[in-house]
């Protein structure tokens, strides 16, 4: 997908969309322009409800790296699940998406990463090369890195990567010597998990 320059699109929803504005160089060039904002800078238009919703769906749709088309789907889906609040589906489909968890499992420092790791056919579910990032997982699906990549230089010092990489959700089993994930539940959205406001989407795309 197609994004554009990223600190321009960070500084305009929030500097969690992507790793590359979680860094020093983000973050001293954002306060020097917050320095510039009294020498004649104009500051920024209160936004409307919808100016806000909209921000929310950009933001949720440039973190997990979902064009505009698919993502309205993926909404329109998650608010036909029966017996499912719309919210708690949406989060389940999108960190069930194939490339979410290759990131979730630190196995890509991001989500572009992994989803070209998938793309290139490095990642395998249930011993299948997969090769479509969207490919939604489900429990007792088996993730693994293809025979043939180990020795790619993804996967060099994964130990390492993986420790630095934070903590694995609760719904992946990860056999780390064996380089194999279960998925052993389902995502389920917790108190201060995620900054995502999906009711806020989900209202977006009901108008």
Known sequence: MKTGPKFKICRRLGSDIYEKCQTQKYILSESKKSRNIGKGKKRRKVLSDYGKQLLEKQKVRFTYGISEKQFKNIVKEAVSKKGKEAKEALYEILESRLDNT?????LAPSRRMARQMVSHGHITVDGRKVTIPSFGLRKGHK???????KNKGFFVNLDEKIKDGGA???????DLPKREALISGRPKMS???SLLDLNTVIEFYSK
Do not use: N
Request: aromatic letters at 14%; hydrophobic letters at 45%; proline letters at 5%.
């Open 102 to 106: 290759v990131y979730r499992l630190s």
């Open 143 to 149: 993730i693994s890195i293809r025979e043939g990549s």
């Open 168 to 174: 694995i959700p609760a719904w992946i089993k990860f």
């Open 191 to 193: 108190a201060g998990e």
